[in-house]
């Protein structure tokens, strides 16, 4: 089987978010599996999902998928969806952190400026803090190193 078409990537896409829409809303894992099903013989709507779980199975013509495999596909529906929202998210924090630097960077060259040109304090503290700030936002600056010491249990008396 070669790699779905655009019509069935995006009912696969429905599928996933429909498959985290009933989990939101506290149904089982098989109950799920099942309102998916692409064999309406299982199927709890008794309709075919379109691009449901065992759409392969379901067009040969063979037995349906057992419970153990519904709940496995909706479990990796599920896993799968979230992991592309997450990637989405990732991407989505990367441009803005992006753009927070552009801004940064203008604000950090008006007081560097000021701080070099004039010899101005409080345009030292600002361009300061402003690299203080990147350095947070970027993950720059190092934890604190942390010792953990945990004291030996007394020696019993020999």
């Given at each position: 089987m070669g790699r779905p078409d655009k019509a069935a990537r995006g009912a696969i896409a429905q599928r996933r978010t429909d498959a985290i829409d009933l989990r939101v809303a506290g149904v089982d894992w098989l109950t799920v599996g099942r309102k998916l099903a692409a064999d309406?013989?299982?199927?709890?709507?008794?309709?075919?999902?379109?691009?449901?779980?065992?759409?392969?199975?379901?067009?040969?013509?063979?037995?349906?998928?057992?419970?153990?495999?519904?709940?496995?596909?909706?479990c990796k529906d599920v896993r799968q969806a979230l992991k592309e929202r997450t990637t989405e998210q990732d991407e989505k924090a990367d441009e803005l952190r992006a753009v927070e630097n552009l801004r940064l960077d203008?604000?950090?060259?008006?007081?560097?400026?000021?701080?070099?040109?004039?010899?101005?304090?409080?345009?030292?503290?600002?361009?300061l803090r402003i690299m203080e700030h990147r350095a947070r936002m970027n993950g720059l600056d190092r934890p604190n190193k942390t010792e953990i010491v945990t004291p030996l249990p007394p020696r019993a008396a020999s």
């Open positions: 309406s013989r299982i199927n709890s709507d008794r309709v075919a999902y379109p691009q449901g779980y065992g759409i392969d199975r379901n067009n040969r013509g063979p037995e349906p998928p057992g419970d153990d495999q519904l709940i496995n596909a909706a203008h604000l950090f060259f008006v007081a560097y400026g000021q701080a070099v040109k004039d010899g101005d304090l409080p345009a030292i503290d600002r361009a």
